[in-house]
T-cell receptor, first 109, second 119 residues
Framework: GDSVTQMEGPVTLSEEACLTI???????????LFWYVQYPGEGLQLLLK?????DKGSNKGFEATYRKETTSFHLEKGSVQVSDSAVYFC????????FGAGTTVTVRA | DAGVIQSPRHEVTEMGQEVTLRCKPI?????LFWYRQTMMRGLELLIY????????DSGMPEDRFSAKMPNASFSTLKIQPSEPRDSAVYFC?????????????????FGPGTRLLVL
């Protein structure tokens, strides 16, 4: 079945460092791909999404490009802030929304 | 815009007791999802409703779990009897525009969750 594999954490960075969280997927159809973010004590929020190959999703300085040739949807941000500390989930949607295990990111001042 | 509303936010109960979690989806959304989040298993979809009808309950762990959606603005997830292994954070999410065959394509909006502890 469809599945998502994302980079294990935790990831600890200094403010203004570059962040990359790898995500690869397995799917039989043509899924949409998502990144959700979960801040401490809160529910998940959609960060960005892409619905077809070569689409780039972007929001709050984060970007991810739907790469069908490498079945990947890596999340990147060029300069992180303390407020970006959260758990990030890659997700795939074809028939149902399937989440990766989540990557905990901590940004230190 | 109120977002998805869940209650209670925290619940502590004793093994064997009945637990009822409540969810109010975003107005106008026609799909509703119940998820469970644990450290060991991550996020699991428990059940999915479309237009108030349960479409897929294959994720419901066992008969102790039941969910209802009596109308478009309210859903409950009930655990009876509860067990310590049910301790988790339970999320409700809703989305707009989906059909029974396209449950995942639309963006889902999550509530803040109910943190359940069964002693």
């Amino acid at each position: 079945g469809d599945s998502v594999t994302q980079m294990e954490g935790p990831v600890t960075l200094s403010e203004e460092a570059c962040l990359t969280i790898n995500c690869t997927y397995t799917a039989t159809g043509y899924p949409s791909l998502f990144w959700y973010v979960q801040y401490p004590g809160e529910g998940l929020q959609l960060l960005l999404k892409a619905t077809k190959a070569d689409d780039k999703g972007s929001n709050k300085g984060f970007e991810a490009t739907y790469r069908k040739e490498t079945t990947s949807f890596h999340l990147e941000k060029g300069s992180v802030q303390v407020s970006d500390s959260a758990v990030y989930f890659c997700a795939l949607s074809d028939d149902r929304l399937s989440f990766g295990a989540g990557t905990t990111v901590t940004v230190r001042a | 815009d109120a977002g998805v509303i869940q209650s209670p936010r925290h619940e502590v109960t004793e093994m064997g007791q009945e637990v009822t979690l409540r969810c109010k989806p975003i107005s106008g959304h026609n799909s509703l999802f119940w998820y469970r989040q644990t450290m060991m298993r991550g996020l699991e979809l428990l059940i999915y409703f479309n237009n108030n009808v349960p479409i897929d309950d294959s994720g419901m762990p066992e008969d102790r779990f039941s969910a209802k959606m009596p109308n478009a603005s309210f859903s409950t997830l009930k655990i009876q009897p509860s067990e310590p292994r049910d301790s988790a954070v339970y999320f409700c999410a809703s989305s707009q525009g989906g059909t029974s065959g396209s449950r995942g394509k639309e963006t889902q909006y999550f509530g803040p969750g109910t943190r359940l502890l069964v002693l």
